[in-house]
């Protein structure tokens, strides 16, 4: 690089950087020069662009899609009505299956815990109290 070329960033074009392993002002670099261009080229977003012409998805389409998905989950209702189910019935399932997961990650924290305190494995826990791993 010739001594007299300006930097980019430097307006005045009174900057320089020297050859050798000194940047701007004599200061060495953050980055060792290794040859590799990567480090100093532009950023490259992963994110795709823009979506391609053939892969829109018109209005009409997709209103049809998820009308068919409405059709396809009022007949799954439908069955499982059939068969006895209630939906007040089913959303007390999810609660107590919510209110179930929570509790058992409280216990898990807590055998955890007593595992690290004890200096054992939870594993070997689960055999002093009586409990199965598939718990």
Not at 19 to 30: N, S
Not at 42 to 69: I, M, W, Y
Not at 72 to 78: G, M, N, Q, R
């Amino acid at each position: 690089m010739n001594p007299e070329q300006s930097v980019d960033c430097c307006p005045t074009g009174s900057c320089s950087t020297p050859e050798g392993k000194h940047g701007i002002l004599g200061a060495p670099r953050r980055t060792p020069s290794t040859g590799f261009k990567g480090v100093y080229s532009s950023f490259k977003s992963p994110a795709q662009a823009g979506v391609s012409p053939c892969t829109q998805v018109t209005p009409e389409a997709e209103v049809n899609d998820l009308q068919r998905k409405l059709g396809e989950l009022d007949a799954e209702i439908a069955s499982l009505v059939s068969e006895g189910y209630r939906l007040e019935e089913l959303g007390q399932h999810i609660d107590l299956l919510h209110e179930y997961n929570d509790i058992k990650d409280i216990g898990q924290t807590l055998l955890g815990r007593i595992a690290a305190l004890r200096g054992t494995t939870t594993k070997d826990l689960y055999d002093q109290f009586g409990l199965e791993l598939n718990d």
